[in-house]
T-cell receptor, first 110, second 113 residues
């Protein structure tokens, strides 16, 4: 699977939007962009995924660049419970295992 | 619908003992994945199983580690003759098929004394 690059950490204020970037310049046409997050002392949790079009669900939005070389996970209103490590992962359409990179540690300030 | 269940949540073993970690996937899920997270590191894939079959074990250490997912019962990750370097959190995930999102369990934290 192609590699992703994310900032090590980001800070946000509670109730403000958060934009978490991910670069994946070597993405292939069949790679899906998945986002997971891991809260402290818990297992990872699926957040959202997409292929080409922007996606929305109850947790977040995923904005995918037109050339698909980057994407942004958007939390519309950060809460203290959103403090976690967020992982951007590429999975090809025949993939199965998740390859976790370092992720972005999101800190939310009250 | 109960989530992925793992037990025990915490396991302490002395060097040389065996560790057995259990994972019950979500109802209706026939795909199970095991990941390991060493202290202060990211998760690393170990093995992918379907009922009675190992599909991909490319992340499993060649010795002492084995995994199974029998027709009946939970998936088992077995570590023989544990060493201190095996101390980690072991997470199991399940999915209804290989293209869907994976649902993770709470993990088993193994400590080797």
């Amino acid at each position: 699977d192609a590699k992703t690059t994310q900032p090590n950490s980001m800070e946000s204020n509670e109730e403000e939007p958060v934009h978490l970037p991910c670069n994946h310049s070597t993405i292939s046409g069949t790679d899906y962009i998945h986002w997971y997050r891991q809260l402290p002392s818990q297992g990872p949790e699926y957040v959202i995924h997409g292929l080409t079009s922007n996606v929305n669900n109850r947790m977040a939005s995923l904005a995918i660049a037109e050339d698909r070389k980057s994407s942004t996970l958007i939390l519309h209103r950060a809460t203290l419970r959103d403090a976690a490590v967020y992982y951007c992962i590429l999975i090809n359409n025949a993939g199965n295992m998740l390859t976790f990179g370092g992720g972005t540690r999101l800190m939310v300030k009250p | 619908n109960a989530g992925v269940m793992q037990n025990p949540r915490h396991l302490v073993r002395r060097r040389g003992q065996e560790a057995r970690l259990r994972c019950s996937p979500m109802k209706g899920h026939s795909h199970v994945y095991w990941y390991r997270q060493l202290p202060e590191e990211g998760l690393k894939f170990m093995v992918y199983l379907q009922k009675e079959n190992i599909i991909d074990e490319s992340g499993m250490p060649k010795e002492r580690f084995s995994a199974e997912f029998p027709k009946e019962g939970p998936s088992i990750l077995r570590i023989q003759q544990v060493v201190r370097g095996d101390s980690a959190a072991y997470f199991c995930a399940s999915s209804p098929d290989y293209t869907n999102e994976q649902f993770f369990g709470p993990g088993t934290r193994l400590t080797v004394l």
